[in-house]
């Protein structure tokens, strides 16, 4: 950390931000010297969420429970469209394929949607869309929004960044377990306007059962 501080941390000064809300479950491991050191920062609660409208955060906290803060965008926003019943990465493509039409003709331009992956980018369905539409999708893990490209990221790759319409693919099989939990709370609080997510019928059964689980 002194290395990354203009005239390190003896001399200089430094902000940071930490999600209580299941992220360090992506990681095997943490640094207990770096935990200790941080022990010291005076703390400060972040409770405004400048990112995701109502609807989207009711939805992430009734999912995983996790805490997104008071919405500070006064716009209501879309509401989040989960789409079951693609229970493979042909149907995904198919249909991520028909999504992404249905968007630019609505007047999206290509820059202002990214695509997440729960799985390795090479494995994810996105590399079978229909091949009209390929040349829009930038590469794998690169901010390709300059060139008016659809991003294209996998989950873990895409933290702390944003954009206004963000679609999760290759939800097929996830269960209750924290790894899991982290993935639809990342990959779920990416959008400032509109999240639609693409499940297969066993992944939104897991869903419906942690909805169930919060609300009792």
């Not at 716009?75 to 019943?85: F, Q, T, V």
Request: proline share 4%; charged share 25%; hydrophobic share 35%.
């Amino acid at each position: 950390i002194d290395g990354l501080v203009k005239d390190g941390l003896s001399e200089g000064s430094c902000y940071w931000f930490m999600d209580k809300n299941n992220q360090s479950h992506f990681y095997n491991d943490f640094d207990i010297q770096c935990l200790d050191f941080l022990a010291d920062f005076p703390r400060h609660n972040l409770s405004f969420n400048c990112r995701n409208t109502k609807p989207m955060i009711e939805l992430i906290k009734s999912v995983t429970n996790g805490d997104c803060g008071k919405p500070k965008i006064e716009s209501p926003g879309l509401e989040p469209s989960i789409k079951a019943g693609f229970d493979d990465k042909q149907a995904q493509a198919s249909e991520l394929s028909n999504v992404i039409i249905e968007l630019i003709d609505g007047g999206a331009q290509p820059s202002d949607i990214t695509i997440l992956t729960v799985l390795d980018t090479k494995e994810s369905c996105v590399n079978s869309v229909i091949n009209n539409l390929s040349p829009l999708i930038g590469r794998p893990n690169k901010q390709d929004r300059l060139q008016n490209k659809i991003e294209f990221f996998d989950v873990v790759s895409f933290k702390g960044q944003e954009n206004k319409i963000v679609i999760v693919v290759d939800l097929f099989d996830i269960d209750q377990e924290d790894h899991s939990v982290a993935m639809l709370y990342t990959s779920f609080s990416r959008p400032n306007q509109h999240l639609i997510a693409l499940l297969s019928k066993k992944a939104h059964n897991t869903i419906l059962d942690l909805l169930r689980l919060k609300q009792e």
